[in-house]
């Protein structure tokens, strides 16, 4: 007699990440959605959620005086499959967040395949902003990746040009289709960096808390941000990630 397949567990959210002298009081969520594979139904690998908990750390670190929350996602399986199982499972954790802790803004976070994830998610009424790191994007005749839900959101997408496991022309190709779609879409390139954005990691850490700072708590954006908001393509969606990026923001 064949087995039956086991049921795979329910998406859940990681504990939140907090640092010392953080409010108490919760006035935003970043949910941070890990990389994955193109199609696998197994049980999502441990080593994928831990991967995120340095950015969830620094992210943490740098709005605890402004109420944020950080939240690791935990899919159902570590695939993308025909299902897309990663943007329901996205889309749950932030009908988990507003159930949690009310009517409070949401920024989708995705490396890879997370990327992907929070890209397609960003419709959710909870969510106004997007972070896409080295988004994974399928080439070929496929259906094009939908944007027009974009509109009303911040969007940051930033790739390594050396990434040789998610094109860094098909993320630029989306961004000009989603700046259409919606102006306040940005990119930056990470020069020489490959799909872990490791060279240059402390670069796009402050980066990534520059935008969500701006984006959640309406704070400033640094220069550089606010410039590639407002360049015109391709400039501003071709904006190099300058060395040193983050140690006088605002300045």
């Known amino acids: 007699m064949a087995q039956r ?40 690998s441990a080593l994928s959620y831990a991967a995120q908990l340095p950015l969830a750390r ?8 402004d109420g944020l929350a950080v939240h690791v996602v935990r899919y159902r399986s570590r695939g993308w499959n025909t299902g897309a199982d990663p943007v329901a499972d996205a889309q749950w954790a932030a009908d988990e967040v507003v159930r949690r802790y009310g009517d409070v803004p949401v920024c989708l976070v995705g490396h890879g395949m997370g990327g992907r994830a929070a890209l397609r998610g960003a419709g959710h009424t909870a969510v106004n902003s997007v972070l896409a790191m080295a988004p994974w994007l ?51 390139e990470v020069h020489s960096d490959g799909h872990a954005l490791r060279q240059h990691r402390s670069e796009v850490m402050a980066l990534a808390a520059d935008f969500i700072r701006g984006s959640l708590f309406a704070r400033s954006y640094a220069r550089p941000v606010a410039d590639a908001f407002a360049a015109p393509p391709p400039l501003g969606l071709r904006m190099p990630l300058a060395a040193g990026f983050g140690r006088s923001l605002r300045h």
């Open 138 to 188: 399928p080439d070929g005749p496929a259906e094009p990746e939908p944007v027009k839900h974009l509109a009303g959101r911040r969007v940051l997408i930033v790739h390594g040009t050396n990434d040789a496991r998610s094109s860094p022309e098909l993320s630029y190709r989306l961004a000009e289709r989603a700046k259409k779609a919606n102006r306040d879409t940005c990119r930056f």
């Open 58 to 65: 620094t992210l943490a670190g740098a709005g605890r005086e």
């Open 5 to 44: 397949a086991l049921p795979l567990p329910a998406a859940r959210l990681g504990r939140a990440v907090h640092t010392a002298g953080a409010t108490p009081e919760v006035s935003g969520v970043v949910l941070l959605l890990p990389d994955g594979e193109t199609d696998s139904r197994r049980r999502p």
